[in-house]
Every structure is written in structure tokens, then in C-alpha cells.
């Protein structure tokens, strides 16, 4: 299915070489306003460049980059916040100075900027840090320091480039916590480059996968998952193996089975995709006793791998 929301941002057919290299063939992207979109893809697959043409850093040699469905412009840059996947602070700087200088830089004046900065200092548990120098914190706190410049001056839309890493688990679980609240109160739209899936299965809506400059899927998570589970469902039951998998016939494909003895087995069936599961539930009960079933899960991790093997081949 098809999002009808109103796009943020639309790439149409972007080409970008580098001397003989082609880092994006012909790639084009539709990210809607309000989503959490997952940039997904393995090393070397393109996804910075991308995000760097959309931050305004590098040009298209062909095709289309439209913001809000226009052609992206200088001015555009300042409702675009970026957390670039290769950190930049000033080392010798102080901290507090440093995220109020590049607070600045984003058109922000200087007392909305430190009235800002206090709050999300507080916030992130960086408030005792404002007079220490960068080269003392840590790398998880240089990364909130970034964070937070990257989001301080209200973008409509945000780029983050591996946000969570360098991140020790509760810290991670705040940042993912403050991107979903960036996007259900403030309505900002994010554009998530990450290798981290869980973090993916717990943040995106849509997400796109690109594979050597190409992409090979984009879509809804739900939609995604739904069709890489192809029916799948795991069903565990009691009765003869033998009679039920005969009695099966083309109602389903069988894909794997367990048996745990005492007439218990476990496998995963594939049900035809329009054949509810609470019919195949119904006419199973019929057949043995069904101790447990249920759709399979299938994590983006497996979407992911499962896509790339496909291009792959
Ligand atoms: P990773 O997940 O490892 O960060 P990526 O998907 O972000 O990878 P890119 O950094 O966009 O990949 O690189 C795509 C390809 O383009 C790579 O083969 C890279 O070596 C090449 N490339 C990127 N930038 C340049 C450049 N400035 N000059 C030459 N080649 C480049």
C-alpha cells in the first residue's frame, strides 16, 4: 500500500558518480511528512551520499532533489537539522560556547539559543558539562552535545546518520525515546540512517534499502513485513504428524517441523495469503489439538537480508 501523507521529500532518478565509481544509480525516494524513514543499506551502498545531497553538502549529477515539493534550495538548509555519521565538535572549545556558536550559525539569537540549550542540557544530562572542554567528555556525551545541536533549532526535517552509536543501551533507549517525540509533538520528519535493525523495527514507519546505488525496496515497515511473512504462521500442535501433514494437502506449504516426542510438533506452515488465519485455525482444531498458533514475526533484520540475497542473485 501506497502512503497518500504529502511528501517532505522526493528523489526522482538521482545519479551521483565519483571518477569511474557510480555511489547512486538512478535512485528515487518518497519520504512523507511525520515519518520516522529508515535509510537502510550494507557499507558502501550509498546512503551517505544521499543523505549528504539532501543536506546540501553534495549535488546530484542528474535527476531530482524536491523539499516539500520544490526544488531543494540554499534556503531550505535552515529547516534541515543533521547529525553527520562522523562527529565534528571543535576539541579545544568549551562546550556550552560551542553548541551556542553553532546554535547561531542556524539563525538562532543568543538568548533563545542558551534558553534552549539549558533545557536540553537538562534534559539529556549534560547540564554539568556547559564549562568543560570538548575533548573531555565522553564519546556517548559528545554524542548528545551533537544531538542536540542538530535538533535545536526546531527543523522540519531531521537527517541522522548512525544517531545510536557510540551510545551504551540507556542512553540509546533516551535518544530513540526523544526522535519519537520530535515526531509525534513537533511533527518533524526524520530521515534515519542506521545498521542498527532493532533500532528500526522500534523507530520507523517507512524505510528504503539501497544495495550498491541502487535502491531494492522501500515501503511501509507493516506493509514490508507483511509481505516478507508470506503466511507464515508457526503452529504447534498435538496429533499424528504423519495424518496432519497427508490431511494438509495444498491448504499450506509446510516450511520446517519439530517434533518434541509425545505426539508434539512444532513447524511453520505458509497459508495461502488470503486465507485468514482464523480459518485455517478453525479447520486445524478439527484435525488435532492445537496447543499454540500464531503469524510469524518477522523481524526488518530478515527483511533486510532476505532483499539483498534476492539482489544478490
Ligand atoms: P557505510 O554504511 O559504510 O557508511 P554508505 O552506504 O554510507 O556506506 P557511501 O559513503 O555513500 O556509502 O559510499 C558509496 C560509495 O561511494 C562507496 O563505494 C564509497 O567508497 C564511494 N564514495 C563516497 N564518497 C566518495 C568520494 N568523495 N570520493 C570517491 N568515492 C566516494
Known amino acids: 500500500m501506497t502512503s497518500t501523507k504529502p511528501l517532505a521529500l522526493c528523489l526522482t532518478d538521482v545519479f551521483k558518480q565519483y571518477g569511474d565509481h557510480v555511489a547512486l544509480d538512478g535512485v528515487s525516494l518518497n519520504v512523507p511528512e511525520g515519518s520516522i524513514f529508515g535509510l537502510l543499506g550494507p557499507n558502501g551502498a550509498g546512503k551517505t551520499t544521499l543523505i549528504r545531497m539532501v543536506a546540501g553538502i553534495t549535488a546530484p549529477d542528474s535527476g531530482r532533489v524536491e523539499f516539500y515539493g520544490s526544488n531543494l534550495i540554499d534556503e531550505d538548509l535552515n529547516n534541515i537539522g543533521y547529525l553527520p555519521e562522523e562527529r565534528g565538535l571543535y576539541k579545544n572549545m568549551r562546550v556550552g560556547e560551542q553548541a551556542l556558536y553553532f546554535a547561531q550559525l542556524r539563525g538562532m539569537d543568543y538568548h533563545e539559543a542558551k534558553s534552549e540549550l539549558t533545557t536540553w542540557f537538562e534534559r539529556l544530562e549534560v547540564d554539568g558539562w556547559w564549562d568543560r572542554e570538548v575533548s573531555d567528555l565522553s564519546k556517548g556525551m559528545a554524542q548528545k552535545v551533537q544531538f542536540i545541536v542538530s535538533i535545536l533549532h526546531k527543523p522540519k526535517f531531521l537527517i541522522l546518520d548512525e544517531p545510536l552509536s557510540g551510545f551504551d543501551p540507556i542512553n540509546a533507549a533516551r535518544i530513540k525515546t526523544e526522535i519519537k517525540r520530535l515526531r509525534d509533538e513537533n511533527g ?5 540512517s542506521t545498521h542498527d535493525m532493532s533500532s528500526v523495527d522500534e523507530l520507523c514507519d517507512h524505510v ?48 520446517s517441523v519439530h517434533s518434541y516426542g509425545d505426539n508434539v510438533n512444532e513447524m511453520v506452515l505458509g497459508i495461502p495469503t488470503n486465507t485468514p488465519i482464523e480459518k485455517f485455525l478453525k479447520w486445524a482444531t478439527s484435525e488435532v489439538d492445537v496447543l499454540s ?21
Not at 518533524?188 to 534515519?192: A, D, F, G, K
Not at 503452529?235 to 509446510?254: D, Q, V
Not at 503469524?295 to 539483498?308: G, N, Q, T, Y
Open 188 to 192: 518533524t520528519t526524520v530521515l534515519l
Open 293 to 313: 498458533c500464531s503469524p510469524r514475526k518477522i523481524s526488518m533484520d530478515e527483511v533486510f537480508l532476505r532483499a539483498v540475497n534476492k539482489a544478490k542473485r
Open 208 to 255: 528504503a534499502l539501497v544495495n550498491q546505488g541502487k535502491k531494492i525496496l522501500e515501503g511501509e515497515v507493516s506493509t514490508l513485513r507483511e509481505n516478507a511473512r508470506a503466511g507464515r504462521i508457526d503452529f504447534k500442535f498435538r496429533g499424528n504428524l504423519i495424518a496432519f501433514t497427508a490431511a494438509l494437502g495444498a491448504s499450506a506449504i509446510l516450511h
